[in-house]
């Protein structure tokens, strides 16, 4: 439910603040006074496209902002929820609308898009008027209404994923049959594979074979490098490096008496000791190890260039050999069923077919079911909103089956005759801006239960009636304010005496510029503002005395 609402800089409004509660509100005003500039705050909030004429003259920009009371409302807390975007049950919508005609908009603070503006709002508001972004001119929007009136969650959840089944095998037949004759391709992997296979291509013997190849292209010098440290260790020029350390030690151990700091040093050096015999005694394994060997030096110079070639062949680097070689063996396996893949997929698919043609079947009698009885109910209320011989239908055109459709068989038109003997033309082409509202009012009205939008937005439907007309609107438009909240502009004193709460918009000169200002009424002033409605400019005694006719007949 929209609580409340702030226009700043916004047209003629130079700043307004406006609190809303449950039931029916009212906005009157003289025409041209602003009163639809509400209605406007709240479609630039729902996210249409707004240019730098909506700011006010002299400002650099204009900010709007609405907060909603998400109580009840599940799918609009679940939407802010999945989005990161919730806020401890808060619900606050801002737009800025600059004079350079640049535009940015937020939700509960945190910067979104006007696509993700319009989505959340089409949670909480709907506006229904004169204008061309009234969302039942949706035929999308049409159909959930439908369908949200026929309870047929179960039917088109199974639509859906029986359509999503087809699809997915269409996708892989389609995939498949791209290839062509596949042939060619299984003779030009297995020729890959076979050179990929006649090699080791994990990477651990990839390097093992690198360091055997190094150490082969260096043989003479290792050689020659551990026959020179070995003498050097063993001392052939002279004494050992382990009998020079062994005569250290002795030498110390006589003076250690004197300094207790030596027998460190003397234990550092038995270290030394030990890490040299150690160290001797693998400098004589690995020198026993190497062999100069040139014709063991161009196996693995051959080896290791084939390793190299099949990596330049295949564009990756030696360690990713074996992943390529994995890879060419699936696709080889793949293609190797494709023929037999091919013959059990087309029957899938049919039976897919006609799984998704059940389940739509059942779908469209659910449609049809529901269709008849909506329309029933909304032609008799037009008729009672003053366009009598008026004919509201709602057609399902059946769709063609070729691929899978998750929203079903058909697709809905909402057709209307606002006048005896007319056909019935869709709602989206009617011109009269009046019969719009009207005829919305009662497909709202009457698919009351099934619209989960709390907030709905009536712009004058009033229009182009009055008398017991505009007493009947102003009925319908308070008994929909007690499910939902409803918030209406209007020029007829019949509708307006039907709110629960009433503002009222004038505008005068400030300071040399015009500017409106949103007053909320008492009863007094309400009787007043009737009268003024009732009777023009003067108001006289009479125009009171209905006025509060009206008001005690309301209540």
């Known amino acids: 439910m929209l609580t409340h609402l702030s226009l700043k800089d916004f047209a003629v409004a130079r700043a307004t603040e406006l609190e809303f509660g449950p039931g029916m509100t009212v906005i009157s005003g003289e025409t041209g006074a602003g009163k639809s500039l ?27 902002s609405a907060e909603f009371d998400l109580s009840g409302q599940a799918a609009a807390a679940a939407w802010l929820r999945e989005r990161e975007l919730d806020d401890a049950g808060q619900c606050q919508l801002r737009r800025v609308i600059r004079a350079d005609g640049g535009s940015r908009a937020w939700i509960n603070g945190r910067s979104v898009t006007l696509g993700q503006l319009g989505e959340l709002a089409g949670h909480l508001v709907e506006i229904h008027g004169q204008h061309e972004h009234q969302a039942l001119m949706s035929r999308a929007r049409q159909l959930d209404l439908l369908d949200a009136y026929a309870g047929n969650e179960a039917e088109r959840k199974a639509v859906r994923q029986a359509a999503g089944r087809w699809q997915a095998l269409l996708a892989e037949r389609d995939l498949l049959s791209a290839q062509g004759d596949v042939s060619d391709r299984i003779n030009y992997l297995q020729h890959q594979l076979g050179e990929l296979e006649q ?48 005569q250290a030690r002795s030498t110390l151990a006589r003076l250690a008496e004197h300094e207790p700091r030596l027998r460190e040093v003397d234990g550092l050096l038995d270290s030394a000791l030990i890490q040299l015999d150690e160290a001797e005694a693998l400098l004589a394994q690995v020198r026993d190890d190497l062999e100069a060997d040139p014709e063991q030096f161009e196996q693995l110079e051959r080896k290791l260039a084939r390793i190299h070639d099949l990596a330049r062949k295949h564009r990756v680097v030696p360690d990713e050999l074996a992943g390529r070689r994995d890879a060419i063996a699936a696709e080889l396996e793949g293609l190797k069923g494709a023929g037999e893949r091919l013959l059990s997929l087309n029957a899938e698919i049919e039976q897919a077919r006609q799984a998704w043609r059940v389940a739509s079947d059942k779908l469209g009698r659910s449609r049809a079911k529901a269709a008849k009885t909506l329309s029933k109910a909304v032609t008799a209320v037009i008729g ?101 909240q409803v918030l209406c502009v209007t020029h007829q004193p019949q509708v307006a005496a039907q709110g629960h709460a009433h503002y009222r918009v004038s505008k005068a000169p400030v300071e040399g510029m015009t500017q409106s200002s949103v007053e909320s009424l008492d009863a007094g002033a309400r009787q007043e503002e009737l009268a003024r409605m009732l009777g023009g400019v003067e108001v006289s005694d009479e125009a009171r005395a209905a006025a509060l006719k009206l008001l005690q007949s309301a209540s």
């Open 199 to 246: 090699e080791s291509l994990a990477p651990e013997a990839i390097a093992a074979l690198d360091t055997h190849h190094r150490r082969q292209a260096h043989a003479t010098a290792l050689i020659q490098g551990c026959d020179a440290a070995l003498g050097t260790l063993a001392g052939e020029d002279g004494p050992s490096l382990t009998s020079q350390l062994q």
């Open 38 to 64: 509400l209605v406007d705050a709240l479609g630039f909030l729902s996210g249409l496209r707004a240019d730098s004429g909506v700011v006010r003259h002299g400002s650099d920009r204009a900010e709007l």
């Open 384 to 484: 009672e909103l003053g366009m009598s011989g008026g004919v509201f239908e709602i057609g399902l055109e059946p769709q063609e089956e070729e691929r899978p459709d998750p929203n079903g068989g058909e697709r809905t038109e909402f057709l209307v005759s606002a006048n005896a003997g007319q056909p019935p033309r869709p709602l989206r082409k009617v011109a009269s801006g009046g019969e719009l509202s009207r005829i919305s009012l009662a497909i709202e009205v009457s698919a009351l239960d099934s619209d989960a939008v709390p907030t709905m937005v009536f712009d004058e439907v009033d229009s182009g009636i009055g008398g017991a007309v505009a007493d009947i609107v102003g009925k319908k438009l308070r008994a929909l304010g007690a499910r939902r």
